[in-house]
């Protein structure tokens, strides 16, 4: 028997969700909880109209709340608890789930709600805590960080002695018909594209000023991409556990349009992030106003296209994966391995697009993992410091296969 709650009920728990009612010989008791019960049982809902048969309870939760998750954990009494809400709520959660005996799972690391910027540390942190309390936090479990990070365990298991470079390439090539929206929290996403980018070399950390570095990758079954550079957390884990690596970047694609738009959103003081002060005029129609608080991209946010409603009309692809390059038995080699995933595909399948699928397969994954005893031990952990092995065969198994090109051109000096 095992007893999961999840978290969230956004587009990356939709998939999760789905993919642990086809599990069901691992995933026996299910819990779904948001800040809106109403969301949670409209997505259960949705799994039983497609012919799921199971008893997934539901509950509504602050996770901003410390009081209200020990409430909930000490009422359902979790195995484990899968963490898909915002970033800014991970360390609550954790907190949560310390005090409840709760083992802890997410795909995001930790960001402070009025910062864009992140890092491992805070949640590092916790390692002493969970160590003593015979519990598992497991980091980064969606794709990039994630699978990313497992791919590189693989590499290093299997082809390679030393990994000297490494770039993680994330293309998506699909289209939502839509003149600008993205592809998860339109917060969280335009608050990570806007930061400076950074990456690895020699020990050091350089960074660079948003999107100023780029240059055109070829991804597989879709072609050249305009790719750039970004700050992305797996690669403060990667190069701690895999300490030969001299050079790690992270690389994503734009389109043109996509660019142009998130300018004019920066230009016009859309991306704040900070609270402003705004006189409205009430709702009643009576003409008087009052003086309220916003912060512009949470309102950005309220009128962007929701990500959960792009999946219908998506077409095209994603492309994601790792080109890596060092030594075996002394010789060099390049390896690249990767997934592609196509949008129609994951939305007949759940109701969401590609983006939200190669998110939440991998948290679903990974929640296996843990209930199989496969990947459990106390403290927190990255997912590259587990045995990617059955991961790897799970990728296959639940939608997200992958493939390996070895000795070509990686196309990144």
Known sequence: MSRVLMIGAGGVATVAAFKIVQNQDVFTEFMIASRRKEKCDKLVKDIHAKGYKMDIQTAEVDADDVEQLKALFNSYKPELVINLALPYQDLTIMDACLACGCNYMDTANYEPKDEAHFEYSCQWA????????????????????????????????????????????DCNAGNHHKAFATNFNPEINIREITQKGLWYKDGEWIETDPLSIHKPLTYPNIGPRESYLMHHEELESLV????TIKEARFWMTFGQQYLTYLDCIQNLGMSRIDEIEYEAP???????????????????????????????????????????????DGKERTYYVYNNCKHQEAYNETGMQGVSYTTGVPAMIGAMMFL??????????????????????????????????????????
Request: aromatic letters at 10%; one cysteine or more.
């Open 240 to 243: 701690k556990n895999y300490p």
């Open 126 to 169: 916790y390692k002493d805590k969970f160590e003593q309390a015979g519990l598992c936090a497991i980091l980064g479990c969606g794709f990039d960080p994630g699978v990313s990070g497992i791919f590189t365990a693989y590499a290093a298991k299997h082809h390679f002695d030393e990994i000297e470079v490494l770039d993680i390439v």
């Open 282 to 328: 009430l709702a009643d129609g009576s003409g008087k106003t009052a003086k309220v608080k916003i912060v512009p991209l949470q309102f950005l946010k309220a009128v962007l296209p929701n990500p959960q409603d792009l999946g219908e009309n998506y077409d095209g692809e994603t492309s994601i994966g790792c080109r890596i390059r060092g030594k075996k």
């Open 372 to 413: 199989k005893g496969i990947w459990k031990k106390p403290g927190v952990w990255n997912v590259e410091e587990f045995d990617p092995d059955p991961f790897m065969e799970q990728l296959n198994k639940q939608g997200l296969p992958w493939h390996e090109m070895f000795d070509g051109d990686l196309e990144i000096d």
